[in-house]
């Protein structure tokens, strides 16, 4: 049963995702649906959804645009680290740089990181603050990062750091506002809150760890 809710629930946010970006600027509307239609994980949507019903919610249609913002911000990174990377693929398909150019590819990213703001704006309030600071996180992280890897330096403390920020922001902020729109409790949000951190942090030394021994 709480599979095929999170399935349906999921089903939902990949309409949201596709239905935001129909801009009538064809090169928008088609770079977008290319890098939304190239598939992913999608765990930190996945996470939001259940983490609201982890907290007693159940009406899906409530948490669908937030937990399609959290994708979307997510997307919109990998379109400009594509750029950065110079990377020719993505999700074996072609990387939106590489298909429309790099000019384009900016505009693309700018353009999803606009409608994480028209999905949010419902919300407002207290969300909208967890996810502004979760993306300012995001790019602080990337930030450091790139910083860490011209230098040539890197320590555990700062590794810990860039994924924290990098990467384990937008889970934490997809558990925490998932738990908050179900109406949990403190102690509930912190426990999921706190869980999904660790496990963003989790995933990305995996990932890593993945890209050293292929």
């Known amino acids: 049963m709480v599979t095929k809710l999170i399935d349906e629930g999921m089903q939902a946010v990949e309409e949201q ?12 509307r088609d770079a977008s649906h290319h890098i939304i239609s190239s598939g992913g994980k999608r765990i930190r949507p996945r996470l939001a959804l259940m983490s609201y019903l982890a907290a007693g919610g159940r009406d899906f249609a409530t948490a669908v645009p937030m937990a399609a913002a959290l ?8 379109v400009h680290d594509d750029i950065n990377d110079h990377s020719l693929t993505r999700r074996g398909k072609i990387t939106i740089h590489a298909r429309w150019g790099r000019t384009f590819a900016l505009l693309a990213g700018d353009y999803l990181f ?3 703001y028209e999905l949010m704006a419902p919300y407002g309030g207290i969300y909208n603050e967890i996810m502004a600071d979760a993306c300012i996180k995001l790019v602080e992280g990337g930030t450091l990062q790139a910083a860490v890897a011209m230098a040539g330096t890197m320590d ?3 590794y810990k750091t860039i994924i924290a920020r990098k990467t384990a922001s937008l889970f934490e902020a997809g ?3 998932g738990a908050r729109l179900a109406g949990a409790d403190d102690e509930l949000i912190d426990a999921l809150t706190t869980y999904a951190y660790n496990l963003g942090l989790t995933f990305q030394i995996v990932d890593d760890i993945l890209d050293i021994i292929g």
């Open 156 to 158: 555990r403390e700062t």
């Open 17 to 28: 995702l596709h239905a935001i970006v129909n801009s009538d600027v064809d090169v928008l």
């Open 71 to 78: 994708e979307m911000v997510h997307t919109a990174t990998l």
């Open 114 to 116: 606009t409608k994480v």
């Open 175 to 177: 558990a925490n506002m």
